[in-house]
T-cell receptor, first 117, second 110 residues
Framework: AAGVIQSPRHLIKEKRETATLKCYPI?????VYWYQQGPGQDPQFLIS???????DKGSIPDRFSAQQFSDYHSELNMSSLELGDSALYFC????????????????FGPGTRLTVT | RKEVEQDPGPFNVPEGATVAFNCTYS??????FFWYRQDCRKEPKLLMS???SGNEDGRFTAQLNRASQYISLLIRDSKLSDSATYLC???????????FGGGTRLMVKP
């Protein structure tokens, strides 16, 4: 079965540079989520999109922005990179549950490992 | 206090053993509960959703106690390939975000 695709898998940037991470959800899934996992930490929710509209916002820095396109793929744009941004960035996708009814199972992509030097 | 708490372990068990993990969550309004497993430097993979009635998938059994805000995962007949970190995951206060527990590390030895 098709899974979530993320690119690139590895990315090395210098401080103050910008980075763009891409995510292609499982076909027919309508919701995309972004998570950040620092070394030795839990995945932390950043932001999600449903039908190309921002749905929920977590601990996403103002330096980051994201969007979902008409083909449902999503991009996470990161500017003025800092050393502390070095982490694994996961994208997940799901069908959306009716609001207030909990969440559907989320399926994670392999992640993009970002290293900021 | 973290929203989702787990014993970090590690749990070191021999092959064939039965092992149980526990998890507590703080938000009584949470409605969705999952167990994920994560191998080192890989993505979290959905192991199973957890339902109020309890559910079983092969060697894995999950239980939910809403009154105590407690979730459990039982693994029977442990295999070497079960070695991983097991993440207890709960939906957040609102919306579709997931909140992860710190994970419990399992090491199954021959």
């Amino acid at each position: 079965a098709a899974g979530v695709i993320q690119s690139p898998r590895h990315l090395i940037k210098e401080k103050r540079e910008t980075a763009t991470l891409k995510c292609y959800p499982i076909p027919r899934h309508d919701t995309v989520y972004w998570y950040q996992q620092g070394p030795g930490q839990d995945p932390q929710f950043l932001i999600s999109f449903y039908e190309k509209m921002q749905s929920d916002k977590g601990s996403i820095p103002d330096r980051f922005s994201a969007q979902q396109f008409s083909d449902y793929h999503s991009e996470l744009n990161m500017s003025s990179l800092e050393l502390g941004d070095s982490a694994l960035y996961f994208c997940a996708s799901s069908f959306r549950h009716q609001y207030g009814q909990g969440v559907r199972e989320q399926y994670f992509g392999p992640g993009t490992r970002l290293t900021v030097t | 206090r973290k929203e989702v708490e787990q014993d970090p372990g590690p749990f070191n068990v021999p092959e064939g053993a039965t092992v149980a993990f526990n998890c507590t969550y703080s938000n009584s309004a949470s409605q969705s509960f999952f167990w994920y497993r994560q191998d080192c430097r890989k993505e979290p993979k959905l192991l199973m959703s957890v339902y109020s009635s309890g559910n079983e998938d092969g060697r894995f059994t999950a239980q939910l106690n809403r009154a105590s805000q407690y979730i459990s995962l039982l693994i029977r007949d442990s295999k070497l390939s079960d070695s991983a970190t097991y993440l207890c995951v709960v939906n957040g206060v609102a919306g579709n975000m997931l909140t992860f527990g710190g994970g419990t590390r399992l090491m199954v030895k021959p």
